[in-house]
Nanobody
Framework: QVQLVESGGGLVQPGGSLRLSCAASGTIWLIYAMGWYRQPPGKQRELVATITNGGRSNYADSVKGRFTISRDNAGNTVYLQMSGLKPEDTAVYYC?????????WGKGILVTVSS
């Protein structure tokens, strides 16, 4: 089992920046990739960014050039640095850990972009 705890959400003005963190614990050696997903109000959950153990990252087109995903050297924590935030980035952001064939999820953290 893998436990994920997100932190760093909150209210930010358009154009601002925010960094999300996700700390993993438990059987972390089983994790192949970690990532962030989000669920905007009234919409389905969608991919934001993922990063593999080898450091290969993948981004949704809507966040390319504005968001950066990274992991610490121990691989226990994944970060999402968000800049140039837009109102449409408002969502509950979920941390994900993929350890085939399982997916683990955090409880989610709210990011609100509003003036």
């Amino acid at each position: 089992q893998v436990q994920l705890v997100e932190s760093g959400g909150g209210l930010v003005q358009p154009g601002g920046s925010l960094r999300l963190s996700c700390a993993a614990s438990g059987t972390i050696w089983l994790i192949y990739a970690m990532g962030w997903y989000r669920q905007p109000p009234g919409k389905q959950r969608e991919l934001v960014a993922t990063i593999t153990n080898g450091g290969r990252s993948n981004y949704a087109d809507s966040v390319k050039g504005r968001f950066t995903i990274s992991r610490d050297n121990a691989g226990n924590t994944v970060y999402l640095q968000m800049s140039g935030l837009k109102p449409e980035d408002t969502a509950v952001y979920y941390c994900n850990a993929h350890g085939p064939p399982f997916d683990y999820w955090g409880k989610g953290i709210l990011v609100t972009v509003s003036s």
